[in-house]
């Protein structure tokens, strides 16, 4: 086949699945008011979710608003014909940060059976936005899934629970599985959560032991986005949704999630406007399939081991068990040492040509990162945001990185390992990467192995054969491609701007499948890289004149008022328009000394506030036998609805708060605290008793504190300059604290 034409082909079909992989990201097309009643209907669940959160205010756990979305949300779900409860609970999570909640719970009238299955998201949003994604399209997907399903009959019955306080701890779903006649019955959760305001609906998570779950969901999601590796990687974070409660808890499960539009998360603009409704079809199609699916499996069965899968361009999903990808590396590897001795006696290959196309692989994958660290550098010099408002430039720069640097390194190994080394090279380091992941994260190994056995495979069929060498290339690289693309094309979604280089690597991965085809054609090669080149420093250029935040991907910047000592503003970042409206000090303090990494924000001096410290009362005191058993009463004076104790003590045997027993903390717990420190904290709620047993009867150091959403009129000024900076507030958002410290 003619070279130019070959790559015309190759660059096309590489054009083709990134057209794909793009317009799969974004979800699916929604569906009218007027679908089908069994069908789910975007349209249907965002009247409904603008119905239930009822315009765009913050509801918190606590706040008025809050309290008015719960009302709404029942409301609506008995409209829809189902029994609808209130459970009422104080709970808390191992960090001890507690709450009074309130979780709606909907099933179908009489219907008590065992071995139910829940379909769960939360309704309650940050302080600093409305949650009209995060997680209204949870919300909107379930009470849409409620009313699709009303009147169906399953092997096993279906709750909707909604859970609340989820923003400040998963507490809602704490207080659930810790109510034992509510959770007993239950088997199996499907969960849908938000951590942006658009983007496709990914299966990111599942419970352990899952090859029975993908096997029942491989032929059910209509527009699957998932994979084992997002499964594997999420296991390994210290980031949770209500799903970690409930897989704690024994339960089988599933979590869907959207992460595009990530720089709106946790902030104002997380609003109805910016509800995406191809996201919120996607989502509710994955939750009615499964919900279906689920609903008629045996949801106690379970499986001796894991799966390995991922969906192909989101028309289908392949899986196979776990303990398989070892063999099929090991097999790829085999075949492929075969070849290698076939075409080095057919002279098609020198003596240790593969050795060079090994070579030539992995310098190719660690000289792109490197490169590729520097771009990433220097496109950021304006601005380093961790999204930036317009990314399209610095991603597109690491995309011809990742083709250039590939190309250019197998131009200089061709003459000496030609065609046929480069290719069986490259095809061994996937067999070998393949092993490798088997053992280490199993859940990658989809990546290498697939690879591995269809490099094996061609290479079995151009040694007996003879297949062109353009045709073994552009087969190998679509394979890539179908393997690759999703995840360079999310990585930045996920990770923001440290994501870089390693979309540059992933890109250049594929590259090398090709790249040996490229390297066969002087002329083409030597064009392709002064084109790479020029389009580089072009790119990165133009991310240097690109606005870093507009108003519609605005920087993050909180602001505080405390109260410990001398009143003081605290800002995370200050800009001009904020320096010039408060005079901020030029050395940045550290504070908070209870926390283990404890940050230096920027200090400037603040106005008194006039408000009462937060109460405090020793309701009882009682020691012997070296044990020390405090009973405290915090309250605060001005009704704030937070409050909260720190203190330091080496020798803490126990902590209760409201009569509550924290649960143990579990594998994926990360302790905030510096040593020998304490809390316990409560939100929604403006008192708290707490019980603290002491190994030795020794007196704490105590630090007590209240806390409101929002500034005190005096921090008008400054709030407004931080929003004439093109920043917003972001999760707790701005806040005015009062301190208190003592010794008990």
């Known amino acids: ?29 929604p569906k009218p008011a007027s679908a089908p009643p069994a069908e789910f209907s975007a349209a249907r669940a965002f009247a409904a979710e603008s119905e239930i959160l ?3 205010l ?10 008015a979305v719960r009302d709404r949300l029942a409301a609506h779900l008995r409209a829809l014909g189902y029994d609808v409860a209130i459970q009422r609970a104080f709970a808390c999570t191992a960090h001890v940060v507690c709450a009074p909640v309130e979780n709606v719970i909907a099933r179908t009238a009489g219907d008590a059976r065992p071995d139910a299955l829940l379909v769960a998201a939360h309704y309650d949003s940050v302080a600093s936005g409305p949650g009209a994604s995060d997680d209204g399209l949870g919300v909107a997907t379930v009470v849409e899934t409620a009313r699709a399903l009303r009147g169906e009959r399953f092997r096993n019955p279906i709750v909707f629970l909604i859970t609340d306080a989820e923003e400040v701890g998963l507490i809602g779903a704490e207080a659930f599985v810790a109510d034992a006649d509510l959770s007993k019955g239950v088997a199996a959760v499907i969960n849908v959560e938000a951590r942006g305001t658009n983007g496709a609906s990914t299966m990111f998570e599942t419970s352990g032991r899952n090859r029975w779950l993908i096997r029942a ?9 998932t994979t084992s590796l997002f499964a594997s990687i999420y296991d390994m974070l210290p980031n949770d949704t209500d799903l970690t409660v409930f897989k704690r808890a024994g339960l089988a499960g599933v979590n869907f999630a959207n992460i595009g539009g990530v720089q709106r998360y946790h902030t104002r603009l997380d609003n109805l406007a910016h509800v995406s409704l191809p996201t919120l079809q996607q989502h509710g199609g994955h939750a009615l399939a499964s919900a279906r699916a689920l609903a008629n499996a045996d949801l106690r069965q379970t499986s001796d081991a894991n799966a390995v899968w991922f969906d192909v361009l989101s028309f289908f999903i392949l899986w196979w068990p776990q303990r398989w990808s070892l063999w099929m590396a090991i097999v790829a590897l085999v075949i492929l040492l075969i070849v290698v001795v076939l075409r ?20 190719s994958v660690l000289l792109t990162f490197a490169i590729a660290i520097g771009a990433s550098w220097l496109a950021g010099l304006r601005g380093r945001a961790l999204y930036a408002a317009q990314p399209g430039p610095a991603t597109a720069a690491m995309w011809l990185i990742g083709i250039g640097i590939p190309i250019a390194i197998a131009r200089r190994f061709h003459e000496h390992a030609k065609f046929d080394g480069l290719y069986l090279g490259q095809a061994i380091c996937w067999s070998v990467i ?38 073994v290339s552009i087969l190998t690289a679509g394979v890539a491609a179908v393997l690759f693309f999703p995840l360079a094309v999310t990585l930045y979604d996920a990770l923001g701007r440290p994501s870089l280089p390693v979309i540059a690597t992933v890109v250049a991965l594929v590259t090398t499948t090709f790249a040996p085809m490229i390297a066969t054609a002087p002329p083409l090669r030597r064009a392709l890289g002064s084109a790479f080149i020029v389009t580089t420093i072009v790119f990165v250029t133009i991310a240097n004149f690109v606005p870093p935040y507009t108003s519609d991907s605005p920087r993050h910047i909180n602001l505080r008022y405390y109260q410990d000592g001398p009143p003081r503003w605290l800002a995370d970042s200050v800009t001009p328009q904020m320096a010039r409206a408060v005079n901020f000090e030029v050395v940045r303090p550290r504070m908070f000394e209870w926390l283990a990494s404890p940050p230096a924000p920027y200090v400037a001096a603040a106005p008194p506030l006039g408000a009462p410290p937060p109460e405090f009362r020793v309701v009882s005191d009682e020691g012997g036998g070296g044990r020390r058993k405090l009973t405290l009463h915090i309250r605060s004076a001005r009704n704030a609805a937070r409050v909260g104790i720190l203190f330091r003590t080496p020798a803490l045997l126990s902590l209760r708060v409201n009569g509550v027993t924290p649960p143990p903390p579990s594998q994926r717990f990360r302790n905030f605290l510096a040593p020998q420190w304490h809390q316990a904290s409560v939100r929604g709620a403006s008192e708290a008793l707490v019980e603290i047993t002491l190994g030795r009867d020794a007196p704490i150091d105590a630090v007590i504190s209240d806390t409101t959403y929002g500034l005190p009129p005096s921090g008008a000024a400054l709030a407004g300059a931080r929003d004439a900076s093109l920043a917003v507030p972001v ?10 410290r003592l010794r008990i």
């Open 1 to 29: 086949m003619n070279r130019s034409r070959a790559t015309a082909l190759l660059f096309a079909l590489l054009a083709a699945i990134l057209a794909a992989v793009v317009v799969q990201n974004r979800g699916m097309r």
């Open 54 to 56: 009822g315009g765009d």
């Open 58 to 67: 913050p509801h918190p756990v606590g706040s008025a608003a809050h309290a």
């Open 217 to 225: 969901l491989a032929h059910t999601l209509p527009r699957p986005a």
């Open 344 to 363: 080095f006696h057919d002279r098609a290959m020198p003596g240790g040509g593969a050795t060079l196309g090994v070579l030539s692989f992995f310098l």
């Open 434 to 471: 393949g092993i490798v992941l088997t053992l280490v994260l199993p859940g990658a190994s989809y990546l290498a192995v697939i690879l591995a056995m269809t490099c094996a495979l061609l290479g079995v069929v151009r040694a007996t054969v003879g297949a062109d060498k353009a045709v």
């Open 731 to 740: 999760q707790d958002g701005d806040t005015t604290t009062v301190v208190r």
